[in-house]
Nanobody
Framework: EVQLVESGGGSVQAGGSLRLSCAMS?????????????IGWFRQAPGKEREGGSC???????????DSVKGRVTISTISSDYGKRTVFLQMNNLKPEDTAVHYC?????????????????????WGQGIQVTVSS
């Protein structure tokens, strides 16, 4: 069973930084191609739809950033034991509009990253979500 566990959320003032982590486990050779996923983060602000933020592909390390976060966040990933991986999101210069529940997500890397992360129906696995609150 695939599990995604987020950590690192919290409350900061505008201009501050946070680093989110997502520990992934349970991937097997039956999960598409084991090391060929798009992994990253969506977020959902109060009263708004969930939107894609950033992702990275595990095969080649290509990245995608939505315009709303581009230039302020950096996504990275490391793998450990077979079937385990951690993805990080370094967020700098945070703004009040970044206040949202942030979700770790995994999709099969079978189409361009901007397509995968434009809507949420390509996502195969979700984390439980973690709150980020930015005060002005």
């Amino acid at each position: 069973e695939v599990q995604l566990v987020e950590s690192g959320g919290g409350s900061v003032q505008a201009g501050g930084s946070l680093r989110l982590s997502c520990a992934m486990s349970g991937f097997t050779s039956d999960d598409h191609t084991y090391d060929d996923h798009a992994i990253g983060w969506f977020r959902q602000a109060p009263g708004k739809e969930r939107e894609g933020g950033s992702c990275i592909d595990t095969a080649e390390g290509r990245t995608y950033y939505a315009d709303s976060v581009k230039g302020r966040v950096t996504i990275s990933t490391i793998s450990s034991d077979y079937g385990k991986r951690t993805v990080f999101l370094q967020m700098n210069n945070l703004k009040p509009e970044d206040t949202a529940v942030h979700y770790c997500a995994v999709a099969d890397y079978d189409r361009p990253l901007p397509v995968l992360w434009n809507v949420d129906h390509f996502i195969k696995h979700w984390g439980q979500g973690i709150q980020v609150t930015v005060s002005s």
